[in-house]
């Protein structure tokens, strides 16, 4: 069973950065393909980034692309999602999520799911 953990959220202001962080545990991190989502209220989950097991490649929405930086340390069974320049609209509950199989951006592909951590942007 994979255990997923996120850290690292909080309030920021506009144009400041944020640096979340996912720990896994039980599963095999190393081979799998992780992945971001968010979530704000009143709308559907949605994709932000992901990463393959070697870090090679790298998929992002293009609502976060040039602002936000998936990356991952399979020493530490941990990946991690840079924010920077934050917006507003940014404002959400972000989940990491274990790769099950399928298309990368689509929520379905994800058999795991963290607890979730909130940030919030403000104006």
């Known amino acids: 069973q994979v255990q997923l953990v996120e850290s690292g959220g909080g309030l920021v202001q506009a144009g400041g950065s944020l640096r979340l962080s996912c720990a896994a545990s039980g599963g095999t991190f190393s081979r799998s393909a992780m992945g971001w989502f968010r979530q704000a209220p009143g709308k559907e989950r949605e994709f932000v980034a992901a990463i393959n097991w070697r870090g090679s490649s790298t998929y992002y929405a293009d609502a976060v692309k040039g602002r936000f930086t998936i990356s991952r340390d399979n020493a530490k069974n941990t990946v991690y999602l840079q924010m920077n320049s934050l917006k507003p609209e940014d404002t959400a509950v972000y989940y990491c999520?274990?790769?099950?199989?399928?298309?990368?951006?689509?929520?379905?592909?994800?058999?795991?799911w963290g607890q979730g951590t909130q940030v919030t942007v403000s104006s």
């Open positions: 999520a274990f790769y099950a199989s399928g298309y990368v951006y689509a929520t379905k592909s994800y058999d795991y």
